[in-house]
């Protein structure tokens, strides 16, 4: 089982409709959790970062962490065609090295 | 804020040939520094990461190795690449809280 799981879609939605990204994580030491959008050719841009349990909201993004069920979310509103991209979720425990999911494409329709 | 610098952003080298790439970050000092890398429509691999100068540690076993000669550089480098070495690289950074990484532009090498 990977630490991290991601399902890779492809998500299609139509603009304007709330998105919801999701993982699952198996190590119940871990603490810190990050979304990252990446672009076609691009690298993962960091955005979203929580430490433990808990929502964080940013904008049009809310991130959301559910430690008793394992469960990372990033919900996305109002979307925007350039919200297309592939979305990473990760996780670690405060140590080296960061767990990451294979990530979600997702497609927002004009 | 960090500013992760990758280049170059494509390469195409024979089969055989040696490999450098280089990372150098901006914007803070004595981060934690990582090269993964990406096949296409997968996750990220771990390949190695460095706490501090000349500490190098090696995640996957393969021909490739990395360095760190200065604070802020990291290099990626192979003597004799492989078919399986194609793929796109991508170096990372901690900040300043050492919790967060952030990624350079990454470079797609295609190895023929």
């Known amino acids: 089982q990977k630490e991290v799981e991601q399902d890779p879609g492809p998500l299609s939605v139509p603009e304007g409709a709330i998105v919801s990204l999701n993982c699952t994580y198996s190590n119940s030491a871990f603490q810190y959790f990050m979304w990252y959008r990446q672009y076609s050719r691009k690298g993962p841009e960091l955005l979203m970062y929580t430490y433990s349990s808990g929502n964080k909201e940013d904008g049009r993004f809310t991130a959301q962490v559910d430690k008793s069920s394992k469960y990372i979310s990033l919900f996305i509103r109002d979307s925007q065609p350039s919200d297309s991209a592939t979305y990473l979720c990760?996780?670690?425990?405060?140590?080296?090295?960061?767990?990451f999911g294979a990530g979600t494409r997702l497609f927002v329709k004009a | 804020s960090q500013t992760i610098h990758q280049w170059p952003a494509t390469l195409v080298q024979p089969v055989g040939s040696p490999l450098s790439l280089e990372c150098t970050v901006e914007g803070t000092s004595n981060p934690n520094l990582y090269w993964y890398r990406q096949a296409a429509g997968r996750g990220l691999q771990l390949l190695f990461y460095?706490?501090?100068?000349?500490?190098i540690s090696s995640e996957v076993p393969q021909n490739l190795s990395a360095s760190r000669p200065q604070d802020r550089q990291f290099i990626l480098s192979s003597k004799k690449l492989l078919l399986s070495d194609s793929g796109f690289y991508l170096c990372a950074g901690t900040g300043t809280t050492y919790n967060e990484q952030f990624f350079g532009p990454g470079t797609r090498l295609t190895v023929l």
């Open positions: 990760a996780s670690h425990t405060g140590g080296f090295k960061t767990i």
């Open positions: 460095s706490v501090g100068i000349g500490q």
